[in-house]
């Protein structure tokens, strides 16, 4: 009597379990930094490319805008619909907080009704172009893992440019172009992103996608898409992860495409629902943004599982030997090779690329001592230094050779020297020690 509905349940669990499988975690997980394990040695630590887990990178960063007085309110202002002239009600007062429009409504949280939203002053000095820079910062490097969107409360405007910076706004690099002609606007030939291929992923294109055709109430968002730009490597659902990692590992551009420390937003001409501008109600056009949206995660180089916000600014917690910001280069004392990004291949645990002291091969612990695990030395008694390599009477005030040296051993030679800086010329920094 029931065979009929517990079928059906079993078909629908296992369609919703494909539907999972098509659907992986955005750039999987790499959230174990390491782990014990057991081993010829005993208890051992087994280390993993590992990186923190995407977020709403809104809620770290600071927002500037050009002109400073570019926000509407001060003075007051009454603006007029945009697809009603008429409409004449919507005021903008800064020292009224239930009628200002400030710029930290672009990132507080959406689902109130009305709507909160920024909103600049209107063209009231046409035909001078109404041009505002939105610049959002994080004094951190990031790395994208999502769609850019931007929600407009009033038109979409009519120019626009995204543009992003790897070195925290020094120079800029354009991501996309935006306009209802991109020919006339910035002579560029408009495409898509699905336009795009894997040799093409890195163009930097002019979209009319989001400018054309004015739908006031339902066409608000600007994306700039990054899922469909992973999907070219990675497939349409994202199922190929491993095809993806590899271009990630291996090709440098591709992953500073998706990298930035700053956005910048470049409203260029505002909505204006018409060929032509009415010149005698210029309160209808202007700029109003009620929420941007920015997921990705701290960039870490793959040695790092967390990232804290602290003393506003996000900083990695770094492991594996590492330091800095980005966990972008050795501890002291652990910079026995050069430092190098972690690995997301081969999958799933990738590769550490850990910092190490010592190893058996070009550098070798010095006196007899004995390399644990590419970490230190253990050195002999009466020997120490990082690679073992300096004697204990060094310190002594008649040196190795002295009647009163507990251990009468004559410093390194000139040669066993100059053999030791040139296995450790590899590194990126010199041993604290040396």
Same mark, same amino acid.
């Given at each position: 009597?029931?065979?009929?509905?517990?079928?059906?349940?079993?078909?629908?669990?296992?369609?919703? @379990?494909?539907?999972?499988?098509?659907?992986?975690?955005?750039?999987?997980?790499?959230?174990?930094?390491?782990?014990?394990?057991?081993?010829?040695?005993?208890?051992?630590?087994?280390?993993?490319?590992?990186?923190?887990?995407?977020?709403?990178?809104?809620?770290?960063?600071?927002?500037?805008?050009?002109?400073?007085?570019?926000?509407?309110?001060?003075?007051?202002?009454?603006?007029?619909?945009?697809?009603?002239?008429?409409?004449?009600?919507?005021?903008?007062?800064?020292? %009224?907080?239930?009628?200002?429009?400030?710029?930290?409504?672009?990132?507080?949280?959406?689902?109130?009704?009305?709507?909160?939203?920024?909103?600049? %002053?209107?063209?009231?000095?046409?035909?001078?172009?109404?041009?505002?820079?939105?610049?959002?910062?994080?004094?951190? %490097?990031?790395? #994208?893992?999502?769609?850019?969107?931007?929600?407009?409360?009033?038109?979409?405007?009519?120019?626009?440019?995204?543009?992003?910076?790897?070195?925290?706004?020094?120079?800029?690099?354009?991501?996309?172009?935006?306009?209802?002609?991109?020919?006339?606007?910035?002579?560029?030939?408009?495409?898509?992103?699905?336009?795009?291929?894997?040799?093409?992923?890195?163009?930097?294109?002019?979209?009319?996608?989001?400018?054309?055709?004015?739908?006031?109430?339902?066409?608000?968002?600007?994306?700039?898409?990054?899922?469909?730009?992973?999907?070219?490597?990675?497939?349409?659902?994202?199922?190929?992860?491993?095809?993806?990692?590899?271009?990630?590992?291996?090709?440098?551009?591709?992953?500073?495409?998706?990298?930035?420390?700053?956005?910048?937003?470049? #409203?260029?001409?505002?909505?204006?629902?018409?060929?032509?501008?009415?010149?005698?109600?210029?309160?209808?056009?202007?700029?109003?943004?009620?929420?941007?949206?920015?997921?990705?995660?701290?960039?870490?180089?793959?040695?790092?599982?967390?990232?804290?916000?602290?003393?506003?600014?996000?900083?990695?917690?770094?492991?594996?030997?590492?330091? @800095?910001?980005?966990?972008?280069?050795?501890?002291?004392?652990?910079? @026995?090779?050069?430092?190098?990004?972690?690995?997301?291949?081969?999958?799933?645990?990738?590769?550490?690329?850990?910092?190490?002291?010592?190893?058996?091969?070009?550098?070798?612990?010095?006196?007899?001592?004995?390399?644990?695990?590419?970490?230190?030395?253990?050195?002999?008694?009466?020997?120490?230094?990082?690679?073992?390599?300096?004697?204990?009477?060094?310190?002594?005030?008649?040196?190795?050779? @002295?009647?009163?040296?507990?251990?009468?051993?004559?410093?390194?030679?000139?040669?066993?020297?100059?053999?030791?800086?040139?296995?450790?010329?590899?590194?990126?920094?010199?041993?604290?020690?040396?």
């Amino acid at each position: 009597m029931h065979w009929p509905l517990l079928l059906a349940l079993e078909a629908a669990w296992a369609g919703l @379990g494909q539907a999972t499988q098509h659907y992986p975690a955005m750039w999987g997980h790499y959230d174990v930094c390491k782990s014990q394990v057991y081993s010829d040695e005993g208890l051992t630590w087994d280390y993993m490319a590992c990186q923190p887990e995407a977020a709403d990178m809104t809620k770290y960063l600071r927002v500037a805008l050009e002109p400073t007085n570019i926000t509407c309110g001060d003075p007051a202002e009454t603006y007029c619909a945009l697809e009603n002239p008429y409409m004449c009600n919507n005021e903008c007062d800064a020292s %009224t907080k239930e009628l200002a429009h400030p710029p930290e409504l672009m990132f507080d949280f959406e689902g109130r009704n009305p709507t909160t939203f920024w909103q600049s %002053t209107s063209w009231r000095k046409y035909p001078k172009p109404l041009l505002v820079n939105i610049t959002l910062s994080w004094n951190k %490097t990031i790395e #994208l893992t999502d769609d850019i969107v931007i929600t407009f409360e009033s038109g979409r405007p009519e120019q626009m440019v995204l543009e992003k910076s790897l070195d925290y706004g020094r120079t800029w690099l354009p991501y996309q172009f935006y306009a209802t002609d991109c020919l006339d606007a910035f002579t560029m030939e408009p495409r898509t992103a699905q336009d795009l291929t894997q040799h093409t992923l890195l163009d930097v294109i002019c979209t009319e996608e989001y400018s054309r055709g004015y739908v006031w109430k339902y066409d608000k968002t600007v994306r700039f898409e990054i899922k469909d730009r992973l999907a070219l490597f990675a497939g349409p659902r994202l199922h190929n992860m491993a095809s993806l990692y590899g271009q990630l590992d291996t090709t440098k551009n591709l992953r500073d495409f998706f990298t930035i420390t700053d956005l910048r937003i470049k #409203l260029l001409r505002p909505a204006t629902g018409a060929t032509m501008v009415d010149e005698n109600n210029l309160s209808r056009y202007f700029y109003a943004i009620s929420d941007i949206k920015v997921q990705g995660r701290c960039k870490c180089n793959l040695h790092a599982n967390s990232c804290v916000f602290d003393k506003e600014k996000l900083v990695c917690e770094c492991e594996h030997n590492t330091t @800095g910001p980005d966990c972008g280069r050795c501890k002291r004392s652990y910079q @026995g090779r050069v430092w190098s990004p972690g690995s997301y291949l081969p999958i799933p645990k990738g590769t550490a690329n850990i910092s190490q002291v010592c190893d058996d091969e070009l550098l070798r612990c010095q006196n007899g001592g004995v390399c644990l695990s590419n970490l230190r030395c253990q050195c002999t008694v009466g020997f120490s230094g990082v690679l073992c390599e300096k004697p204990h009477c060094e310190s002594e005030a008649a040196g190795c050779g @002295g009647p009163d040296s507990a251990r009468n051993t004559s410093c390194p030679s000139s040669a066993h020297l100059l053999l030791l800086l040139l296995a450790l010329a590899t590194a990126s920094c010199w041993p604290a020690a040396l």
